[in-house]
């Protein structure tokens, strides 16, 4: 705004200029700066810009200067006659003045267009000025809105953050838990290094009970760490493209320290070989592997290895097998009663997926769904050992609805679909046989999910995406209760 306020002024002292000019410097130009005027006699016109002469035969005069109505500088001479001699010294003096005259005209002219321009820059400032004015005043009018906005955003979110107060009182008591197993170990520390000083100092049962004790409340204490709740889903890393549109593949979540053996089965019905990588990274970048021969072909995609067998559902039947890749033998099989088979209750996708099988911290799970609960969702708790049923909960999920399941600390996590975007949006916890719904996306990167499957020991889910083996990060929100230890 200064350079607007700078041009007024300048327009203002050219003004100023020009009118002391038109004063002081124009008489003595055109040499009159004695001349005196007259009053016009009685009875002679006033043309309110000087005097008539007194006899223009013999004289002339200039009128005084006066302004138009727009205030500028007006000059007006009355020559003598045209039959005075043209040599005459006043006729000489006469057209010097002429030409003064004209040259002080134009020169008038040109300061009078560059004060019409001026001018017009001056109002085009005004109309600029008054327009910013106005959006200053918009502008500050829409602050105080985006202000009260983000007040009730902010309130809002306090609002969501609030339950989380007794939560992280939780977690406080969580770490006084933490810090009396640290000073436990450290007393029963310095008890084995005095016991190795002074043998039979202690009794070798009561100190063994001891650690057995703090190594069983340590191993649950742990346990309870894995475990949690779903909060959220990473983006999916792709590990492999190989195989069918459908299929299913996996690791041993009780494998010991260093088997990272993959098992990978392709097609959900009529095959019936296993293949065994060594390692993920064979998986990935070779093709050396073992093939495994199973007695019957498979049903589905929701096979799992667990703890040296492979678990799964023997096709056009509601019979689950226990397979030893040991032995190479059938170890176990049993019925789930009433259990829905040969695509009765199968996922939204199809693929004879009626019986699925899964891992969690807690052992094995079999989900289905049967006549009897109307095509809903049956989750039972499996004995890995023999195959019977611990105990059975029922949903009020139709399973036909469901695109995918999995199980993550006793919680089964259903999702919306298979193809196209996806998320999971129903869970019904086990524990409390209490159901809700959530908003968890889950990328589904090749638009056709026909496995989805936890393992807790990777804390991850494995998943066959349109012929792409694929993982998921998971992020679980954990709570120790010490009360339970």
Same mark, same amino acid.
């Given at each position: 705004?200064?350079?607007?306020l700078?041009?007024?002024?300048?327009?203002?002292?050219t003004?100023?200029?020009?009118?002391?000019?038109?004063s002081?410097?124009?008489?003595?130009?055109?040499?009159?700066?004695?001349? @005196? !005027?007259?009053?016009?006699?009685?009875g002679?016109?006033?043309?309110? %810009?000087? #005097? &008539?002469?007194?006899n223009? $035969?013999?004289?002339?005069q200039?009128?005084?200067?006066?302004?138009?109505?727009?205030?500028?500088?007006?000059?007006?001479v009355?020559?003598?006659q045209?039959?005075m001699?043209?040599?005459?010294?006043?006729?000489?003096q006469?057209?010097?003045?002429?030409?003064?005259v004209q040259?002080?005209?134009?020169?008038?002219q040109?300061?009078?267009?560059?004060?019409?321009?001026d001018?017009?820059?001056?109002?085009r400032?005004?109309?600029?000025?008054?327009g910013?004015?106005?959006?200053?005043?918009?502008?500050e009018e829409?602050?105080?809105?985006?202000i009260a906005?983000q007040y009730?955003?902010i309130?809002?979110?306090?609002?969501?953050?609030?339950?989380?107060?007794?939560?992280?009182?939780?977690?406080?008591a969580?770490? @006084? !838990?933490?810090?009396?197993f640290?000073?436990?170990?450290?007393n029963? %520390?310095? #008890? &084995?290094?005095?016991?190795? $000083?002074?043998i039979?100092?202690?009794?070798?049962e009561?100190?063994?009970?001891?650690?057995?004790?703090l190594?069983?409340?340590l191993?649950a204490?742990?346990?309870?760490?894995?475990?949690g709740?779903?909060?959220?889903?990473?983006?999916?890393i792709?590990?492999?493209t190989?195989?069918?549109r459908?299929g299913?593949?996996?690791?041993?979540?009780?494998?010991p320290?260093?088997d990272?053996?993959?098992?990978?089965?392709?097609g959900?019905?009529?095959?019936?070989?296993?293949r065994?990588?060594?390692?993920?990274?064979?998986?990935?970048y070779?093709?050396?592997?073992?093939?495994?021969?199973?007695?019957?072909p498979?049903?589905?995609?929701?096979?799992?290895?667990?703890?040296g067998?492979?678990?799964?559902?023997?096709?056009?039947?509601?019979t689950i097998?226990k397979?030893?890749?040991?032995?190479?033998t059938i170890s176990?099989s049993?019925?789930?009663?009433y259990?829905?088979?040969?695509?009765?209750?199968?996922?939204?996708?199809?693929?004879?997926?009626?019986?699925?099988?899964?891992?969690?911290?807690s052992?094995?799970?079999?989900?289905?769904?049967?006549?009897?609960?109307?095509?809903?969702?049956?989750i039972?708790?499996?004995?890995?050992?023999?195959?019977q049923v611990?105990k059975?909960?029922t949903?009020?999920?139709?399973?036909?609805s469901?695109?995918?399941?999995?199980?993550?600390?006793?919680t089964?996590?259903?999702?919306?679909?298979y193809?196209?975007?996806?998320?999971?949006?129903?869970?019904?916890?086990?524990?409390?046989s209490?159901y809700?719904y959530?908003?968890?996306?889950l990328?589904?990167?090749?638009?056709?999910i026909s496995m989805?499957?936890y393992n807790?020991?990777?804390r991850?889910?494995?998943?066959?995406?349109n012929?792409?083996?694929?993982?998921y990060?998971?992020t679980?929100?954990?709570?120790?209760?010490?009360?339970?230890?």
């Open positions: 705004m200064s350079v607007p700078l041009k007024i002024g300048v327009v203002l002292s003004m100023a200029m020009i009118t002391n000019w038109m002081q410097t124009l008489p003595s130009l055109v040499g009159l700066n004695n001349t @005196k !005027l007259s009053v016009a006699p009685p002679v016109p006033d043309r309110s %810009t000087g #005097v &008539l002469p007194a223009p $035969e013999d004289s002339w200039v009128y005084s200067s006066a302004q138009d109505s727009e205030g500028r500088c007006v000059c007006t009355v020559a003598p045209q039959t001699c043209s040599r005459d010294a006043r006729t000489k006469l057209r010097q003045l002429l030409e003064k040259n002080m005209t134009q020169s008038i040109n300061l009078d267009q560059r004060t019409q321009k001018l017009q820059y001056v109002q400032m005004e109309v600029q000025l008054r910013l004015e106005t959006k200053f005043k918009q502008v829409s602050h105080k809105q985006n906005k009730k955003a309130k809002a979110k306090m609002e969501e953050l609030r339950p989380m107060i007794p939560v992280l009182e939780e977690y406080k969580d770490a @006084k !838990l933490v810090m009396q640290k000073e436990e170990v450290k029963l %520390t310095s #008890v &084995l290094s005095e016991l190795q $000083e002074e039979g100092a202690f009794d070798y009561e100190l063994h009970n001891r650690v057995s004790n190594e069983e409340r191993r204490c742990m346990q309870k760490l894995a475990c709740k779903l909060t959220g889903i990473s983006d999916s792709t590990i492999k190989s195989g069918s459908y299913s593949w996996m690791t041993d979540p009780l494998a320290d260093g990272t053996r993959v098992w990978y089965m392709d959900y019905h009529n095959n019936r070989f296993v065994e990588y060594k390692s993920m990274a064979d998986f990935m070779s093709d050396n592997f073992t093939s495994h021969r199973l007695p019957h498979w049903s589905g995609t929701g096979q799992v290895v667990y703890n067998s492979i678990y799964f559902n023997k096709f056009q039947s509601n097998i397979f030893d890749f040991k032995t190479a176990k049993g019925q789930l009663d259990a829905g088979y040969n695509n009765r209750y199968h996922y939204s996708w199809g693929g004879h997926s009626d019986i699925d099988l899964m891992v969690d911290e052992g094995l799970w079999a989900v289905y769904a049967t006549n009897q609960n109307a095509g809903n969702i049956v039972s708790k499996l004995n890995p050992a023999t195959l611990i059975s909960y949903t009020n999920h139709p399973k036909r469901a695109g995918e399941a999995f199980m993550i600390c006793g089964l996590y259903v999702t919306n679909g193809s196209g975007g996806t998320k999971v949006y129903y869970a019904f916890h086990t524990n409390s209490t809700e959530i908003d968890i996306p990328q589904n990167k090749y638009s056709h989805l499957d807790p020991r990777d991850a889910l494995y998943a066959w995406n012929g792409h083996q694929v993982l990060n998971v679980l929100f954990h709570v120790i209760r010490s009360e339970e230890l």
